[in-house]
């Protein structure tokens, strides 16, 4: 598998290894994973050699994990730059600042045109993606190396909740950002009352502040045993 990679990059494959990984994504966010067969990706690719997609990547299991990292890579570069400013003081970050950092490298795959951030959702939502696997590194920032600090930064705004409740928070705060960035690039394609994006980022920070800085209720507590 790592050979035919490899060997596809070597040989002057990058080209068509690329066309491969956008198309497919694509198609996959379009008509679901599972409709979608590896002949038709390299047909839609415009690929008349049969063992094309088998070549670069082996099988669709290795075209997904290949396509989650193309774009990972971009998005975390993204967010390490945003994060370095945000964290160059000494004082406590402010949380719509974290929360930027966040949201706004997805955002910018959304608005390269890729589908990164709709395929990653369905995969979570299909259950093809286990927890720490490549479909969580997206709906789980602390899987990346400036995901980490992300993490830890954010965590510290959760220091008034039970060790329970700040963890569910954390979590409902990756899957609701990558869930809602998923359905605004759907909304942008389909929907002529679309809010405009900023909007969309601005209105998105305001709910997950919301999400973060809300105190356990009482009954929370009390189911706690707290």
Not at 200 to 224: C, G, H, N, Q
């Amino acid at each position: 598998r790592d050979r035919a990679a490899k060997r596809g990059r070597n040989s002057g494959g990058d080209a068509t290894r690329i066309k491969l990984i956008s198309v497919a994504e694509t198609m996959f966010a379009d008509r679901g994973i599972a409709a979608v067969s590896l002949n038709e990706v390299r047909l839609a690719a415009g690929q008349s050699n049969a063992a094309a997609v088998n070549y670069h990547f082996g099988s669709k299991e290795d075209l997904i994990k290949a396509i989650l990292e193309d774009r990972l890579e971009r998005i975390d570069k993204d967010r390490g730059r945003l994060l370095d400013d945000a964290l160059s003081g000494d004082q406590r970050v402010e949380l719509r600042r974290l929360l930027a950092a966040l949201i706004l490298p997805q955002v910018g795959s959304i608005e390269r045109g890729e589908r990164h951030v709709e395929l990653v959702a369905q995969l979570l939502f299909h259950g093809y993606g286990q927890p720490g696997g490549h479909a969580w590194i997206l709906a789980d920032p602390s899987l990346t190396e400036h995901g980490q600090k992300l993490n830890q930064a954010i965590w510290e705004h959760l220091s008034h909740l039970p060790e329970t409740v700040a963890k569910a928070r954390l979590r409902f705060v990756y899957l609701s950002c990558l869930n809602s960035v998923a359905d605004h690039q759907r909304q942008r394609a389909t929907a002529p009352d679309a809010p405009p994006t900023a909007v969309f980022v601005s209105d998105l920070i305001d709910s997950l502040t919301a999400i973060i800085i809300t105190p356990a209720s009482t009954e929370t507590l009390e189911r706690l045993g707290t």
